[in-house]
């Protein structure tokens, strides 16, 4: 079965800094997606940024990167220049390229930005 | 805001009973995903609704059931409710096929339950 990790149940940033969210998956599976999530109070699920595991180059989506690396299942997330609106918890998710968005999705980090 | 909505924001049931739970998918979009999220989790993969067929589900007892209808929009039901059903239930719309941008999910605000 397939399992999403992220360890860092909180992180804090100072606005305009840099902030890195960690998550690790397991699978025995060797096409899939893997994706960033942001949870707002408002409780809607918004994609911010979507990596196919067969594209070696990392995804990129304004200020928001991330660091894959198949080897190691790992699949981080940094947002450059934070801004206030980037505080919400942050999922990470994967899914298999064939079933159409069934997530699994980690246990979410919460991200705080300080003015 | 997505297209998706869902209907009702908030609902307490007492164990035991049923409810039904609606979401409303976004125009253009063929499936429906519904996923329990308990307070301080992630969302867990309920099922999968594509074309009306049930197409994927996740580790959850047969008292949870869904249907998808002719315009794809999607009814959870819950059956003999406990406790443990407590929880932000979300849904998700989206294309079946096509490229990774096509297909990408769009969920809606939830609905909460609390199961007392």
């Known amino acids: 079965a397939q399992t999403v990790t992220q360890s860092q149940p909180e992180m804090s940033v100072q606005e305009a800094e840099t902030v890195t969210l960690s998550c690790t998956y397991d699978?025995?599976?060797?096409?899939?997606?893997l994706f960033w999530y942001k949870q707002p109070p408002s409780r809607q699920m918004i994609l911010v940024i979507r990596q196919e595991a067969y594209k070696q180059q990392n995804a990129t989506e304004n200020r928001f990167s991330v660091n894959f690396q198949k080897a190691a299942k790992s699949f981080s997330l940094k947002i450059s220049d934070s801004q206030l609106g980037d505080a919400a918890m942050y999922f990470c998710a994967y899914s298999h390229s064939n079933t159409g968005n069934q997530f699994y999705f980690g246990t979410g980090t919460s991200l705080t930005v300080i003015p | 805001e997505t297209g998706v909505t869902q209907s009702p924001t908030h609902l307490i049931k007492t164990r035991g009973q049923q409810v039904t739970l609606r979401c409303s998918s976004q125009?253009?979009?063929?499936?429906v995903s519904w996923y329990q999220q308990a307070l301080g989790q992630g969302p867990q993969f309920i099922f999968q609704y594509y074309r009306e067929e049930e197409n994927g589900r996740g580790n959850f007892p047969p008292r949870f059931s869904g249907l998808q209808f002719p315009n794809y929009s999607s009814e959870l039901n819950v059956n003999a409710l406990e406790l443990d059903d407590s929880a932000l239930y979300l849904c998700a719309s989206s294309r079946r096929w096509g490229s990774p941008k096509d297909t990408e999910a769009f969920f809606g605000q939830g609905t909460r339950l609390t199961v007392v």
């Open positions: 699978t025995s599976e060797s096409d899939y997606y």
């Open positions: 125009s253009g979009h063929n499936t």
